[in-house]
C-alpha cells in the first residue's frame, strides 16, 4: 500500500504530491504541523491535536482552513486509503504561496499538507532498556509553545544527538532543563513527577499531559517546575514522552546513569498505563 498525500483537499499518491517553490513554508519556514498516531487504525487524542493545531494558527496569525469536522473526515479518508494499523499522520499548514516577501501576503491562502504513512514502533527491547540522552544548549527561538515547522535548533540537536550515538537531545537553557528535541523530559524525585512548566520554554506535548494526569490518577505528585541539569543527573527515573515514543525511559544523560540503570518502577507503570489506554 503506497503512502498516502493530501494536498489542499486532494488525494493523492506521496510521491506525486508537490508544493510551489514560492511556498512560504519553504522560503521562510512560515507554517505549523501536527503529528497524530493512530492505534489499531484509530486516531489518538485528535481533538487535542487539532486544539494545539488552532492555538499554533493563532499565534501566527494563520489562516486554519478547515473545522475539527472537516479535518476528522480527510483524516478518515486518508485512513481507509493507507490502511495502516499504526499510521503516522502529518499535518502541515503553511502561509501559501506569495512572492518573496518576508511580510505577510495579502492575497495568500493557506497550503495544507498532510501524509499517512506507516508508523513502525521502537523495539519491545528498546523500552525494555531505555536510551541514552545527552545534553545541549537550547538553541530555539522565544516561542516554543508553537508547534512551527521552523525547526533548526531542533534539527541541529538531534544531529548532534546522532553524532553523540545517544537516543535523543535534552536541551538546556539559561543552565535549566527545558524538553528534548522531539519530546518532553520528565524526571523522577523522591517520588513525584517533575517535568518543566507549559510556556514559551516548551511545547506542551499531547503525550506529557495524558501521562501527567495518568500519574495524577495513581496518586502520584506531579511538579511542573524547571530542573537544573544536575537535578536531572541525580533523579531517581528520566522519562521522554512523545506521539510515537509513548512513555520511554531514559538511562543514560551525558554518560551518567540515571537511578539502577535501568527504566524505573514509575516509568514502568506509567508506560504500561499507556499501553492500557491505547490498548
Ligand atoms: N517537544 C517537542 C519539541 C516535540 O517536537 C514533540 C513532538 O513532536 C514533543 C515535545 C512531544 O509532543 P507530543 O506528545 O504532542 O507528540
Known sequence: MP?????????LPWNEATISID?????FGDGIYEVIRTYRGIPFEVKAHLNRLDRSAKELQLAQPYSHVQWAEWIQQG??????????????????????????PEDAG??????????????????QDGVSAATCEDLRWGRCDIKSVNLLGNVLAREGAKKAGV????LVRDGLVTEGSLSNVLAVQSGAVVTAP???????????????GLAKKEGIPVYERF?????????????????????????????????????????RTLASRWTLLTG
Open 110 to 127: 493557506p497550503t495544507v499538507v498532510m501524509t499517512i504513512r506507516e508508523l513502525h514502533p521502537l523495539s519491545l527491547q528498546t523500552r
Open 23 to 27: 511556498d512560504r513554508g519553504f522560503q
Open 79 to 104: 485512513l481507509e486509503r493507507g490502511c495502516y494499523q499504526n499510521a503516522k499522520i502529518y499535518i502541515q499548514v503553511t502561509r501559501g504561496v506569495a512572492l518573496r516577501d518576508h511580510a505577510f
Open 3 to 11: 503512502d498516502i498525500a493530501f494536498v489542499n483537499g486532494h488525494f
Open 167 to 170: 537516543f535523543e537531545a535534552i
Open 227 to 267: 530542573m537544573s541539569v544536575d537535578s536531572l543527573y541525580t533523579a531517581d527515573e528520566v522519562f521522554l514522552t512523545g506521539t510515537t515514543l509513548e512513555v520511554l525511559g531514559v538511562v543514560q544523560v551525558d554518560g551518567k546513569t540515571i537511578g539502577s540503570g535501568r527504566p524505573g518502577p514509575i516509568t
Open 198 to 212: 507549559e510556556g514559551p520554554r516548551i511545547l506542551s506535548g499531547v503525550t506529557r499531559t495524558v501521562v501527567l
